[in-house]
């Protein structure tokens, strides 16, 4: 089954592309690698929770974000990529959580992103990872994700 194909089965599409908050891309490609810019979750071009882990946001809540954060940051890959059928492998996801004093269960937040990764890619959704807590993230969101993707050979 395709990445698509999992995705529909999922009750989910790719989101539009967010655009850049400042002088970047959504994404980029070297070679046969596609790296996504940092994707905050956002919904209908809106920030979907905000706050910090630990205080304002619940480590569940910010597991969805993280997941949202994933959602967006495939949107920008497949649209470098040309498709999100020409993603072959989730190489590496990065994540970043905005954390309120003491909380330390960023790897718990990040398995959001992980998760569905390994939804709509299967073993090819298998991936490195570092879940790193920070104090503050862009308007305020909970947390941030980027992408290491791998392409599909050309035909």
Not at 42 to 61: C, F, M, N, Q, S
């Amino acid at each position: 089954m395709t990445p698509t194909a999992r995705l529909r089965e999922l009750g989910l599409e790719l989101p539009p592309v967010a655009t850049p908050a400042g002088s970047y891309v959504p994404a980029t490609q070297a070679g046969p690698l596609v790296f996504t810019a940092g994707q905050l979750p956002l919904r209908d071009g809106e920030i979907h929770r905000t706050g910090k882990v630990g205080a304002a946001v619940t480590p569940e809540e910010a597991k969805e974000s993280a997941r949202l954060c994933a959602l967006n940051a495939l949107a920008a890959a497949a649209e470098r990529a040309g498709g999100l059928d020409n993603l072959r492998d989730v190489v590496k996801v990065t994540g970043f959580v905005a954390s309120a004093p003491g909380f330390n269960g960023q790897p718990g937040v990040l398995n959001g992103a992980s998760e569905l990764l390994g939804e709509v890619f299967g073993e090819a959704g298998l991936h490195a990872r570092s879940a790193v807590g920070v104090a503050e993230l862009p308007l305020d969101a909970p947390v941030e994700v980027e992408l290491i993707v791998s392409l599909d050979p050309p035909a």
